[in-house]
């Protein structure tokens, strides 16, 4: 009996063995799944928290709940990876799990300890996130009785999670004080440390105006040093000090411990795989996918959707002996909230940055690209439901996994 | 895509003034860019960061490497970096680099 072992039963592992259980003879292959928590966290649902949008009902389910019937669940932390002798060992019982084939899907998460005051005594009463369940209802709690004041939204340091998320609070923000009448009484801030709040140049184009129209104020190249929890101001590397009421911060993003531990991860725990592939260049017998992997995607669960489904027609190959193809191409799909019952929608790879045009959806769409719509915002709702249901289960969805030019415009 | 004459070398640069093809830049080339950014002059400590970001970049699609990568790849600290590269050493490197500036999704 060959073994494959799956670390993570997030969005990418839980496709993983999903797409791959069918395609796998039973007889020939054992499907193990490892993950350490019992919940399956919908994670784009968290930004809608903050707002009274979704509640937590809307985002949390049990993990076996979309395990399917031969594919063995563990539930343990990992203690190492040991990729020489082809095994794991769990924390659980000190028990090691065999493998013919590794797929690391542990993910990536939020770390405010790296930054020194975040996560102090102002924690969750002046400063919060919205990346973790506990943030995001805590901060909902604060919005509800807020009476205003200067908001600043602050990424500490890229790569994040959903990069367009910090964005899309802000607009939501933008919305919900408008609703809440208070919205001459706040101030929206927006301290990244890129460039700009855009910076791909068509998009930049198209959006450039966006922000400034809905008065949130942006303040690039903002690396943050410090904070100051007492005196309310974030102070960045080259000693410019921005000062809030309410600061939510993006934390630091790094990928699982794990990764660190068994010697397989980048400055940021990421495993270094073929951003076409997701093989090891190290490990023939090695996966990363999902958030875990260093590759230069975007870190969300479109692109762990469409890598899913390359890699499961490319691992049938590999195991029959076949060379790997270059099939992932970098394709993300992404709703943004734009506010006010309205959204925007980017489709775009490693190759072709968002683009302008409409992205069709046969039976649906099409939607707006890089053009604000009503119709965005319901695509964007709607989501919630096809992930439970169809994305995660592994079911075809009419969304090809590689980007396909029809419908975008060239200038 | 609008060109420039650098170090007596024609080269493509986009709108903000990045090297578009990483391969046309030559290290003759980064003292006059590194001018153009307020930096009179390159130090050792300041090839240390071009250097290792031109290595990373081999494997980065021709993008410059996060501040993250460079402080650990070469051990020089984000406040060194500030002081060498002051205001925006990500965005400062990578043209002196001749990289592509680093970029959000959107």
């Known amino acids: ?411 | 895509m609008a060109t420039r004459t650098i170090a007596g070398k024609t080269v493509q640069v986009n709108d903000e003034g990045f090297m578009t093809n990483a391969a046309e830049w030559t290290r003759e080339m980064a003292p006059e860019l590194a001018q153009g950014e307020g930096i009179a002059e390159l130090t050792p400590a300041h090839w240390k960061v071009i250097d290792f970001c031109r290595e990373s970049a081999s494997n980065l699609d021709g993008k410059s490497p996060t501040l993250r990568q460079i402080t650990t790849g070469t051990g020089i600290s984000t406040k060194e970096l500030f002081a060498l590269f002051p205001k925006g050493p990500a965005k400062k490197v990578a043209k002196i680099s001749g990289l592509g500036k680093p970029e959000g999704c959107v």
């Open chain 1, 1 to 411: 009996m060959k073994q494959l072992l799956v670390l993570g039963a997030g969005t990418a592992g839980t496709m993983v063995v999903n797409k791959l259980r069918p395609l796998l003879d039973a007889d020939e292959w054992k499907i193990t799944i490892v993950d350490q928590h019992e919940t399956h966290y919908y994670q784009p649902g968290f930004l809608f928290i903050p707002f009274g949008m979704y509640s937590k009902n809307d985002v949390v389910k049990p993990k076996r709940d979309f395990i399917p019937p031969g594919v063995e669940l563990i539930m343990s932390p990992v203690e190492v990876i040991e990729p020489e002798h082809n095994r794991v060992r769990l924390v659980k019982e000190g028990r090691y799990l065999n493998y013919d084939f590794l797929v690391i899907a542990t993910g990536a998460r939020t770390h405010p300890e790296q930054t020194p005051g975040l996560q102090e005594h102002e924690w969750n009463r002046s400063i919060y996130d919205f990346y973790t369940i506990e943030g995001a209802l805590a901060l909902a709690r604060h919005l509800r009785t807020w009476q205003g004041g200067r908001l600043v939204v602050n990424v500490v340091e890229n790569p994040i999670k959903c990069p367009v998320a910090p964005l899309e609070f802000l607009m939501l923000a933008d919305w919900f004080f408008h609703e809440q009448g208070i919205r001459d009484r706040v101030e929206l801030i927006y301290a990244t440390p890129l460039s700009g709040a855009f910076t791909k140049p068509i998009a930049s184009k198209h959006l450039g105006d966006i922000l400034v129209q809905k008065g949130i104020q942006v303040e690039p190249e903002f690396l943050v040093m410090e904070v100051d929890p007492d005196a309310k101001k974030l102070v960045s590397y080259d000693e410019r000090e921005v000062g809030y009421d309410l600061l939510v911060t993006v934390p630091l993003n790094m990928g699982d411990e794990l990764i660190a531990r068994s010697g397989l991860g980048d400055e940021l725990n990421y495993v270094p795989v073929n951003k076409h592939t997701f093989l090891s260049p190290k490990y023939a017998n090695i996966f990363a996918l999902g958030d875990a992997a260093g590759v230069p995607t975007s870190k969300a669960g479109s692109v762990a959707h469409f890598a899913v489904d390359c890699f499961a027609e490319n691992f049938e190959r590999y195991i029959d002996g076949l060379e790997m193809l270059p099939t992932f191409d970098g394709h993300a799909n992404c709703f943004i909230e734009s506010g006010f019952g309205k959204g925007l929608l980017i489709d775009f790879n490693y190759e072709v940055e968002p683009l302008p045009g409409r992205y069709p959806l046969p039976g649906v769409g099409p939607f707006t690209l890089l053009q604000e719509s009503e119709m965005n915002h319901w695509g964007k709702m709607m989501f919630r439901w096809m992930y439970w249901n169809i994305l995660l289960k592994g079911q075809p969805l009419p969304l090809p996994a590689r980007m396909s030019m029809s419908g975008k415009w060239r200038q």
